[in-house]
DNA sequence: CGGGCAATTGAAGGGAATCAAGGCCGGTGG
DNA sequence: CCACCGGCCTTGATTCCCTTCAATTGCCCG
């Protein structure tokens, strides 16, 4: 089972919720706003390296991440691991094991993490009384299947240097757009093992790989984590376009 | 855009839906029977090899499959493909482009298809008037979440056999569960170039593959199709453990 | 009967995995 | 204070899985 720390519990109201401020993220009508307040139970602060949530289980939890970074894996029995997606504030965990009978994948924090809790049994209620709400769940899960769909496409057909620029261009995007602190430098809090079992290569390789697009001024590699340089030139090696997103989250 | 061929338009009444008879699929409320009727706007029928829905799209439909096969797909600039999913029997198609801007994948036809075809536009009313089938549209889309996690897994942790082993299994299983045809021996009517483009191998590579699993005698192929012989040595192959759902569908 | 698509097979080359080893750095304990 | 250790990054050498190139067959169709 999950290694939780808790650390506190009920902290941030859902009415100064700091996302909320975010251009990123739609508002909520006053309604709504009510309704999540309650529909949130507390808060959940896990530590770097601790297990979310895991596979097989059936007793999981809906959250949002309030902060840090964290992410979602599969492995095999042999313990061959592939990461799926990143989570990062605003994103919802635990749609599937809540929606389905049990888990089918595991979720670890990547860094100190802050998660909203939420009441699972409550979420048909969200459905009956907030449409508005409902269709944003439907909205956030058909979001998850077109980032999955692009990695897939990342995984069948770009070659390994695709691949990483891919997928550093679009973690960067990303983290970018949930920053409180606009301007400042964003850096990826994952090691080269992550970036690895994501693209589905060997650490070597992909070892090999960064030092091109480091070599190429692309990215640098810091200390614990990765800065990107030059994200449209990391977009242009993958042949892809961007996201265009008006995201609506949760919290 | 999508190169239709109408060949007639509304004639299976939601209330003597053929798929509804399935143990596969959920029942409806007499309510919601009521509203989906009136939500579907009629019937499309397409030949094999036609383009349902096209990337970049903006005014996309929303369908269900009445019968047929399709598979959704990503393309690179250079062409090179990626096929995402297979669409069977009750498969709901346009979801990401109705929700979004535009479709960022396609769909094709893999043999006749004929689709319900509904008013995007009744989408909201269905989320305020009907929570139970709000919640369904949620279901469907984590679903589909569910099964790119698991190619995504594929794609980048498994070997080719075992690839090629977990997709023809996986494909198995969902065609059997949408047969209208107890019994009959399930027949997947695709190339070897669509196996190619869902495994990310080459079309040559994938040939060799599907020769050791014919040589094991696990499938054999058909003119212009294969058949599984052995699905449980397949999955076992794949170190796959297989789906276990209750599906929800639409029509 | 020519032409195109799908399957098949051989041969050669390359991209990525694997094996192996070394450096850097922070933490820990004697 | 410094030796030891483990995690992470790095690099070289070798192996092999898979791609690419190339060519043949069989079949359906106009």
Redesign the pocket.
């Known amino acids: 089972m999950a290694t939780f720390k808790k650390r506190q519990s009920k902290q941030t109201p859902c009415q100064q919720c700091p996302l909320r401020a975010l251009d990123h993220f739609r508002d909520f009508t006053p309604e709504e706003l009510e309704f999540v307040s309650h529909f949130k139970m507390g808060e959940l602060a896990v530590d770097a390296g601790a297990t979310i949530l895991s596979e097989g289980a059936n007793s999981a939890h809906l959250f949002t991440v309030l902060s840090g970074w964290g992410f979602r894996y599969k492995m095999l029995d042999d313990g061959r691991r592939q990461i799926l997606n990143y989570m990062m504030p605003g994103d919802l965990i635990g749609l599937q094991g809540t929606l389905m009978h049990e888990m089918q994948h595991s979720v670890e924090a990547l860094s100190p993490v802050t998660l909203c809790v939420f009441e699972r049994d409550k979420l048909h209620k969200l459905f009956a009384n907030h449409p508005g709400l409902g269709y944003d769940m439907t909205w956030i899960a058909a979001q998850e299947e077109r980032i999955l769909d692009e990695n897939l496409l990342s995984l069948g057909r770009r070659?390994?240097?695709e691949?990483a620029a891919y997928l550093l261009a679009f973690l960067y995007r990303r983290a970018e757009a949930t920053s409180l602190f606009e301007g400042q430098r964003v850096s990826l809090p994952?090691?080269?093992?992550h970036i690895?079992d994501t693209l589905?290569?060997?650490?070597?390789?992909?070892?090999?790989?960064?030092?091109k697009l480091?070599d190429r001024k692309l990215i640098r590699?810091a200390?614990?984590?990765?800065d990107i340089l030059d994200d449209k030139g990391l977009a242009q090696i993958a042949g892809w376009s961007g996201i265009q997103e008006i995201e609506r989250p949760f919290v």
């Open positions: 070659s390994a240097l691949r994952i090691t080269q093992q690895a589905g290569l060997s650490i070597v390789h992909t070892n090999r790989t960064l030092r480091a590699w200390e614990r984590g990765c």
